[in-house]
């Protein structure tokens, strides 16, 4: 019998500052990837040095890609005309995911590497996409975290 693979919904993505600024004060509306997350709703974003610790989690829609006959993003956010216009620094980043939402985790340094190892068995700090632990989903339920903006229409 074959086992049924789990569809995952919620991505710890590594980011670095400015861009996670960028993405908390509302002046990146798109977070532009070389790869689809296949069922992502949720960016659990892990801010890298000084804070090594996830600080904030995003609702996203089903990635935008660039091709024929798609329509262009909105000019309303950092990247999003570069996209647009296959600026070639934008070379290979075709699928655009919308920020919906962004939660602040209420934790006072948000869910530092060492939680993340010591209490969710993680083995290293997120460099690239990965998995979102289940303990780290029930410790920290995404709703319960603190709504910081919620500007943008989310998907039908």
Same mark, same amino acid.
């Given at each position: 019998? !074959?086992?049924?693979?789990?569809?995952?919904?919620?991505?710890?993505?590594?980011? %670095?500052?400015?861009?996670?600024?960028?993405?908390?004060?509302?002046?990146?509306?798109?977070?532009?990837?070389?790869?689809?997350?296949?069922?992502?709703?949720?960016?659990?974003?892990?801010?890298?040095?000084?804070?090594?610790?996830?600080?904030?989690?995003?609702?996203?829609?089903? !990635?935008?890609?660039?091709?024929?006959?798609?329509?262009?993003?909105?000019?309303?956010?950092?990247?999003?005309?570069?996209?647009?216009?296959?600026?070639?620094?934008?070379?290979?980043?075709?699928?655009?995911?919308?920020?919906?939402?962004?939660?602040?985790?209420?934790?006072?340094?948000?869910?530092?590497?060492? %939680?993340?190892?010591?209490?969710?068995?993680?083995?290293?700090?997120?460099?690239?996409?990965?998995?979102?632990?289940?303990?780290?989903?029930?410790?920290?339920?995404?709703?319960?975290?603190?709504?910081?903006?919620? %500007?943008?229409?989310?998907?039908?």
């Amino acid at each position: 019998m !074959a086992s049924k693979r789990q569809v995952r919904t919620d991505m710890i993505l590594a980011m %670095n500052d400015p861009y996670m600024q960028q993405i908390i004060d509302g002046t990146k509306t798109y977070e532009f990837r070389k790869y689809d997350m296949v069922g992502i709703k949720r960016i659990w974003f892990y801010r890298t040095l000084p804070h090594s610790a996830i600080t904030h989690v995003c609702e996203v829609n089903t !990635a935008v890609t660039r091709g024929t006959g798609s329509d262009p993003l909105p000019n309303d956010g950092l990247g999003n005309l570069e996209y647009n216009q296959k600026h070639p620094d934008w070379d290979g980043y075709d699928f655009a995911y919308r920020i919906n939402s962004v939660y602040e985790i209420n934790a006072p340094n948000g869910i530092p590497w060492a %939680n993340m190892r010591d209490q969710h068995g993680m083995k290293s700090p997120p460099r690239g996409r990965v998995s979102l632990p289940p303990s780290i989903q029930e410790q920290f339920p995404w709703k319960d975290q603190t709504k910081i903006r919620s %500007n943008y229409s989310t998907e039908a």
